[in-house]
């Protein structure tokens, strides 16, 4: 996320001020996916309602928010289009899995504790809430109703009450960020970097996660990264950065970003993590920059000592996307257990997820992808069309929250 991740909203009743949204402790009930609770279902019709005119309801709710709570207006970027949707969408998206008490309990603890470093405080919700309800009542007013608001004020409470915890709780043994300068910054290609920086303090993280970074260049925008290692006994952290076409953090920190430039990181986040505790073989597809996690858990498994198979394929759309094979090579060279597989899709005209149709069996393996949504998407179709089932494939979400398997 790209600013705080609370949205809310307000359907034009007086409830500033009186204690309305004040977040209740009560657990939510879990529910099979075939059978949602009234509230889910009423929590899905109203977002089926306004999925035409999503652009004009987020537009709507900011403009609440900061004529009505104008304080709030410094916690996000000047250019608000660099983070918009990612905030709207958020809650929405917590809302619709209201029912999945583990992994959206998950998904919340994760975006309260990064939330600290935006300046979000547990006073700031309520508002958010209602901006989020009068947004949502005046454009989905064909099924709104008072249920519907009931609802929506009961989801929303356990989803504000779940991240102020969280916050809380963090506040208690980490900063709400890092600053981090940069003391290497390799240009591999014309557009991604390689940049290695050493925080101002120790950094806790697992390989396969990855944080969220701004810049000075542009303040309160905020990025997601992967660390591109496992974690290090000097505490430097690496990212592989691919400027995009207006990419305001990537473009910066290619080709602008120096050693001696100080950045922020947010606290690591991600569970796309190996569980040390078997043996089971890793099948990896890391698409373009997506390979620097990969290489961080081929690190991590090579720390941890246990010789378990690591077939590991990485793709890119022309050879020089393959900036980093020569790093994976070597890898391969000392870690017998290791296999590394280029795919090039302008070469072999496939895509990486088709590739390791050719391989395998890999029914008895765990499934790790990283890379572009649509590499995501296709690669968790292949792995389980390829006998891996769901409980055992990893990835980081491609809208931020994994439903529960």
């Known amino acids: 996320m790209d600013a705080p991740t609370a949205t809310s909203a307000d359907n034009g009743s007086p409830r500033s001020g009186s204690g309305w949204f004040a977040p209740e402790r009560k657990p939510v009930t879990e529910r099979g996916a075939a059978e949602p609770s009234p509230d889910a279902r009423l929590v899905r ?3 089926a309602e306004i999925a035409p005119r999503a652009d004009t309801v987020t537009s709507y709710f900011y403009a609440l928010l900061f004529v009505r709570h104008p304080e709030l207006r410094p916690l996000f970027p000047v250019a608000m289009d660099a983070q918009r949707d990612r905030l709207f969408k958020a809650l929405l998206t917590a809302a619709e899995h209201i029912d999945d008490t583990e992994a959206l309990t998950a998904y919340l603890r994760q975006l309260g504790r990064d939330h600290r470093k935006y300046g979000t405080r547990a006073e700031h919700y309520p508002a958010l809430g209602e901006c989020l309800i009068d947004a949502l009542s005046r454009h989905a007013a064909d099924v709104w109703n008072a249920d519907t608001e009931a609802a929506w004020v009961r989801a929303y409470t356990t989803i504000s009450q779940t991240m102020i915890d969280a916050a809380a709780a963090d506040a208690s043994r980490a900063p709400s960020c890092w600053h981090a300068e940069i003391v290497l910054h ?5 557009d991604v970097a390689v940049i290695t920086v050493r925080p101002d303090q120790p950094y806790p993280f697992l390989a396969g996660q990855y944080t969220s970074l701004e810049t000075p260049w542009w303040p309160r925008v905020w990025r997601h990264y992967s660390f591109a290692s496992a974690p290090r006994s000097d505490g430097l952290l690496s990212f592989h950065v691919k400027a995009v076409p207006a990419g305001w953090v990537s473009n910066a920190l290619v080709h602008r970003a120096r050693p001696g430039d100080i950045i922020r990181l947010g606290p690591a986040v991600g569970s796309m993590t190996v569980d040390h505790t078997t ?13 620097a996690p990969i290489k961080a858990l081929v690190e991590d498994v090579a ?8 077939e590991v394929f990485y793709g890119a759309r022309t050879e020089p996307g393959l900036y980093d094979i020569d790093t994976m090579l070597r890898l391969r060279r000392d870690h017998p257990w290791l296999s590394v597989r280029a795919v090039v899709d302008r070469q072999t005209h496939r895509r990486l997820p088709d590739a390791i149709r050719e391989y395998g069996p890999w029914n008895g393996y765990d499934a790790y992808l990283s890379g572009p949504p649509g590499m995501v998407r296709k690669g968790v179709d292949a792995v389980r069309n390829a006998g891996i ?3 055992r494939i990893r990835h980081d979400a491609v809208d931020g929250l994994v439903p529960r398997r």
């Open 45 to 47: 019709r109203t977002l």
């Open 186 to 190: 390799e240009l591999r290609t014309s």
């Open 279 to 291: 043996d089971t073989g890793l099948l990896c597809l890391g698409g373009g920059t997506g390979i």
């Open 303 to 310: 720390e941890h000592g246990v010789r378990r198979p690591v």
């Open 389 to 391: 089932s769901l409980e």
